[in-house]
């Protein structure tokens, strides 16, 4: 439905416009649609991309890092900036709008860094280039990516989503203090209402109503049987409390990651528990690192039937990896996702036309994987 021009003044008074500036180099280039829709990510809670608008709506942290307000991101025509519209907000101060605009920067690859790793890989992959493709959608905090690739390890692409949605709606709770964090098992009737909730809602719709990704904070007071209990989790209840506590502990310093070399970060990622060769790939590609390729039984099916490599097995992946994409060094995982997003396209359509409702079908169009869900 669309909205009345009277609803939309009388939004726009209750709103606060931010607008993050394009660089030269890039503002004629710049497309949100194409920096969005082509990752998994912006399919999973709390983002809801809006197709009839191309806009990308999701709370984000104010610069308390507990606050969350509700923005709305988008790139008219002929601007040389991404607007924020922070909704159901009149004023922010400084911090706060410096704190929005970080976030939405570090979404969007906004920064000197990322465009000269974009202008490089352009230069050795000229269809990517022809397509507008180099920015790899990413969460506004590393915490978010880091759990949103545990949630994309060892189950299907469904499922990955559901859970993304439940830790959401669990931090609305949390915010609310409706939640008891000491109790060891969610109620009976909390239990009975998620298997309800499971059954007849199959596939993950966007409610605009959830909350925030929940901070590692607000993770780190809960318990596994708990996260595990209510948000059915499995083992990655425990991988993901583990790593909110550590980071709270100050042992596991995120900040720093993003700051260091890529062997520094490999080595620190994979002593986190939960963290294999799949999540901390994805997680490095997140980061800003493309060398290596969060390689999984889908990956091995791309290469039997794309690339002809028959004999691909999950052992022989990575050499095989090498040999396809070696000439894109260090962009290897950056030409793979080129491919893999053709290939989704040409099977379900554009993603960025999708209705929230049938994200789901992206990665069963493919199939399923052992190792990750890739998306």
């Known amino acids: 439905m669309k909205r009345r021009k009277g609803d939309k003044e009388e939004e726009s008074k209750r709103c606060c416009l931010l607008q993050l500036p394009l660089a030269q180099s890039m503002a004629s280039s710049f497309n949100l649609e194409k920096a969005v829709c082509n990752h998994g990510f912006f399919m999973m809670a709390p983002n809801l991309w809006i197709p009839s608008t191309k806009t990308l709506q999701r709370p984000l942290r104010l610069a308390d890092s507990i606050t969350s307000v509700t923005v709305r991101i988008s790139h008219p025509p002929k601007h040389h ?64 990516d880091i759990i949103k690739s545990i949630l994309l390890c060892n189950c299907y692409w469904q499922r990955s989503l559901q859970m993304a949605t439940a830790l959401c709606e669990l931090q609305l709770e949390l915010k609310g203090g409706s939640v008891d964090k000491n109790a060891e098992h969610a109620s009976m009737t909390q239990r009975i209402g998620l298997k309800r909730k499971q059954a007849t809602n199959a596939v993950n719709v966007v409610n605009t109503t959830i909350g925030d990704f929940p901070s590692s904070k607000e993770l ?42 890529e062997e ?53 992946v990575n050499k095989y990896a090498k040999e396809i994409y070696g000439k894109f060094s260090p962009f290897q995982c950056l030409a793979y996702w080129f491919e893999l997003l053709q290939v989704y396209e040409k099977k379900v359509g554009k993603l960025s036309k999708l209705p929230p409702s049938s994200y789901y079908k992206v990665n069963c169009s493919i199939g399923t994987s052992a190792c990750g869900s890739t998306w």
Not at 103 to 123: G, N, P, T, Y
Not at 265 to 280: A, N
Not at 289 to 314: M, N, W
Request: overall charge positive.
């Open 220 to 261: 780190a007071s809960l318990n596994d049987n708990f996260l595990n209990d209510r948000l059915k989790l499995g083992y990655r209840a425990r991988q993901i409390l583990k790593l909110a506590q550590g980071v709270e502990a100050g042992i596991i310093r995120l900040e720093k990651l993003e700051g260091e070399e």
């Open 81 to 144: 900036s991404i607007h924020v519209l922070v909704l159901d907000t009149k004023a922010l101060s400084s911090p706060d709008q410096q704190a929005l605009l970080r976030q939405v920067a570090r979404m969007l690859r906004i920064s000197e860094e990322d465009e000269r790793k974009i202008s490089e890989f352009h230069k050795i992959h000229s269809k990517a280039k022809k397509r507008g493709f180099g920015r790899l959608f990413r969460s506004p905090s590393l915490f978010e």
């Open 264 to 316: 520094a970060v490999y080595k620190k990622l994979m002593r986190i528990e939960g963290i294999g060769s799949f999540t901390c790939a994805t997680i490095l590609m997140s980061i800003g690192f493309y060398d290596k390729i969060p390689a999984d039984t889908e990956t091995v099916s791309h290469f039997q039937e794309l690339h002809g490599r028959k004999d691909c097995t999950i052992k022989t």
